[in-house]
């Protein structure tokens, strides 16, 4: 997996060099900037790459690369001068892969935790660091994506995967670059990137009656390029009350006047699925429907003054079934929820002699309308599309302004800044969160980094509000926050790609689900102190360049561990905090058998902190069960052709019986085949 370093999210550049000398960034005259929200400045526009996963941040005189540039600060900078550490799967490593979700390919990341309920992407859990999964920042195409209901639903995008070419992961705190959410991270999905018109056609079969179909087509018409796409899947399920449907459509519209660019998109998903003890298994017979709505709109203006306001708005709705047939005759009502939520931002970067000055702010509105979140309507209003009636509902609005400058001399680099925050719906007063990074390259290959930063996350409408046979939640819950220290070093050069980094978060007032000796139900609460110290090292090697010819194309090895040190009440039982992903290994290993059958070949290790309450052979028994270690592997064998793949896939070889959350038990040994066609038209 490729890892570069970066901190700057309001301007993606897009730049060529060829490596002969470090001042060559000083001297680049082609450069296309695109101004990004904000809040969520990840979008990247493609490239070509010889190997799948070589390093941007090279500047190494053996190496000559043509990547796209990208940045993670709100001003726009080169990324070999700035501090932070970003992830980047581009599509070419997407496709080597045996995965056919998000959720699937995320698993590969190191230092990120996907805890599946659904298979193939129906429903998961994804946390950064140790984490919980409402601490992570979603974004599509750098609009924030977030769903302020819980985290389950944030990662419900309205394309498949097929549609993704660039997926980006920032590792650690992200208030003064994103805004309020991203706590310990955050996750770009990028789409539409092809310069070239062309038609992509997907189509996947499997065990337990797996279909899924997709296509996608850029078309470029003037100074307007279009990007449309649609996908469906579906499953007869792996075990009992696992079925699923799924079906997305999605438009990208991207027009192009020179100094000004106008970017347009708007998408729907609509998935069903059995919910097999997806949230207790005391009722393991439950159904879930998602319906998510999404549209934005980006302009981006000026040549050295760059200005960007952006507006979107994402709604979704849901009905979850406790009893998916035969209820019990207490059972009155399933839950319905809606979510509105409307955002505008500005961003502007002003460049003078000392450094670029980047101004800007956001503004958030959150809203619900249920049977369940919220406080009592005046009057019900009905559920579209249902035999039923909202009768709760809460609003909060969040505004967010921010200043950071940047200032660079020859290889050093540094960046500062603030996020002033304020939030209606809590009623609290002004809060501001700083940060600082620094990089300098020491020589031509090493370059050492670190970053200080603090970060906010404010309470889901879930954490507020959620009461059920099992659960309370607490409308007078603070915002967690937590500031967070990391230094790094990193090396690449024409065989090696290779990391090391270490962080320490002190966390304050985390919002945890949980219960006390005596109680019967779970219930939110913010914990006065939880503090992580972790650290990652990881590494690819090129083993053509370091050996020279043979059938093994690259090596990748990664390892990340966490510890955590909390303050909590005795004898507490924690849902969440506690139960955080302590162990994580990752191989990969990808070969050229003959000229066009290629094999990759994916080992991953976890173990995993935390207990669950056992359910076995009917019984629900108040005892705790720790999880267990356990291997997974995954391989895939595929031919490559100029204009076609044709694979064939193993998941969970070894048929690993394993638990990612709870008592839901997760997919065994899985045989899938497919193809993929792409034509330039």
């Known amino acids: 997996m490729k890892t570069i370093n970066l901190f700057n999210r309001s301007n993606l550049c897009f730049k060529h060099w060829n490596?002969?000398?470090?001042?060559?960034?000083?001297?680049?005259?082609?450069?296309?900037?695109?101004?990004?929200?904000?809040?969520?400045?990840?979008?990247?526009?493609?490239?070509?790459?010889?190997?799948?996963?070589?390093?941007?941040?090279?500047?190494?005189?053996?190496?000559?690369?043509?990547?796209?540039?990208?940045?993670?600060?709100?001003?726009?900078?080169?990324?070999?001068?700035?501090?932070?550490?970003?992830?980047?799967?581009?599509?070419?490593?997407?496709?080597?892969?045996?995965?056919?979700?998000?959720q699937d390919l995320l698993r590969y990341a190191m230092n990120v935790d996907v805890r599946q309920r659904g298979p193939l992407g129906i429903q998961a859990d994804v946390s950064i660091r140790g984490g919980s999964f409402d601490q992570v920042m979603i974004l599509f195409n750098g609009i924030n994506v977030t769903d302020p209901q819980t985290g389950h639903l944030s990662l419900n995008l309205p394309v498949d995967m097929q549609s993704i070419e660039r997926v980006e992961i920032l590792e650690g705190p992200g208030a003064r670059v994103y805004g309020p959410g991203a706590f310990s991270g955050a996750i770009n999905f990028v789409t539409g990137t092809k310069t070239k018109n062309n038609i992509t056609a997907n189509v996947l079969t499997g065990q337990h009656g797996l279909y899924n179909a997709s296509v996608n087509a850029t078309?470029?018409?003037?100074?307007?390029?279009?990007?449309?796409?649609?996908?469906?899947?579906?499953?007869?399920?792996?075990?009992?009350?696992?079925?699923?449907?799924?079906?997305?459509?999605?438009?990208?519209?991207?027009?192009?006047?020179?100094?000004?660019?106008?970017?347009?998109?708007?998408?729907?998903?609509?998935?069903?699925?059995?919910?097999?003890?997806?949230?207790?298994?005391?009722?393991?017979?439950?159904?879930?429907?998602?319906k998510t709505t999404f549209a934005s709109i980006k302009l981006t203006a000026g040549d050295k003054l760059k200005i960007t306001p952006a507006m979107y708005w994402r709604r979704h709705q849901d009905r979850f079934e406790l009893f998916r047939n035969n209820p019990a005759s207490w059972y009155t009502s399933h839950n319905y929820h809606l979510t509105d939520v409307f955002g505008g931002s500005f961003n502007a970067v002003i460049p003078w002699e000392a450094g670029k000055t980047s101004v800007g702010g956001e503004v958030r509105s959150e809203n619900v309308w249920s049977n369940v979140l919220g406080y009592e309507m005046d009057e019900p209003k009905d559920v579209p599309g249902e035999d039923a009636q909202f009768t709760k509902s809460y609003q909060r609005t969040n505004v967010s302004t921010f200043i950071e400058h940047v200032y660079t001399y020859q290889r050093f680099s540094i960046s500062g800044g603030l996020l002033i925050n304020y939030n209606t719906g809590l009623d609290f007063k002004a809060d501001f969160f700083p940060g600082l990074d620094v990089s300098y390259w020491v020589s031509n290959e090493v370059k050492v980094f670190g970053s200080a930063n603090k970060t906010l996350r404010m309470p889901t409408f879930t954490d507020l509000f959620y009461d059920g046979p099992s659960n309370i939640g607490n409308p007078n819950l603070k915002p967690e926050e937590a500031i967070t220290y990391e230094a790094g070093i990193k090396t690449v050069n024409n065989w090696l790609n290779g990391q090391a980094s270490v962080y320490y978060r002190q966390g304050e007032n985390l919002i945890d689900w949980g219960r006390l000796p005596g109680d019967v139900e779970y219930s939110t609460r913010n914990l006065s102190d939880v503090n992580s110290l972790g650290f990652q090292v990881q590494g690819r090697i090129n083993i053509f360049e370091l050996i020279g010819r043979n059938p093994f194309n690259t090596l990748e090895v990664g390892y990340a561990h966490i510890d955590q040190d909390k303050t909590m009440p005795d004898n507490y039982e924690s849902a969440y905090v506690e139960d955080y992903l302590k162990h994580k290994l990752n191989i990969g290993l990808h070969a050229r058998l003959i000229d066009r059958l290629g094999l990759s070949v994916n080992a991953l290790y976890q173990d995993r902190e935390g207990e669950y309450i056992a359910f076995t052979d009917g019984t629900y028994d108040e005892i705790p069960t720790s999880y267990q270690p356990f291997w997974l592997t995954d391989v895939r064998l595929q031919w490559s052709a100029d204009t076609y793949k044709i694979f064939i896939d193993a998941n969970n070889v070894f048929d690993e019986q394993y638990y990612d959350l709870g008592n839901v038990v997760q997919p065994g040994r899985w045989i899938k085949a497919g193809v993929r066609v792409s034509l330039n038209l």
């Open 19 to 102: 490596g002969e000398n470090y001042a060559v960034f000083n001297s680049l005259k082609k450069v296309m900037k695109i101004g990004a929200l904000a809040a969520t400045y990840l979008s990247v526009f493609g490239f070509h790459q010889t190997f799948a996963q070589t390093d941007t941040a090279s500047i190494n005189k053996k190496i000559n690369l043509e990547e796209v540039e990208v940045s993670a600060r709100r001003t726009t900078s080169v990324y070999s001068e700035v501090g932070r550490v970003l992830h980047v799967i581009p599509r070419k490593e997407i496709e080597a892969l045996p995965v056919y979700s998000v």
């Open 219 to 290: 078309v470029k018409t003037g100074k307007l390029k279009n990007y449309v796409a649609a996908s469906t899947a579906s499953s007869d399920g792996y075990i009992d009350n696992t079925d699923f449907k799924n079906h997305s459509i999605f438009y990208q519209g991207q027009l192009n006047f020179g100094q000004e660019k106008l970017d347009v998109q708007i998408g729907h998903n609509d998935k069903a699925f059995g919910a097999n003890a997806f949230y207790t298994p005391k009722y393991p017979n439950q159904f879930e429907q998602n």
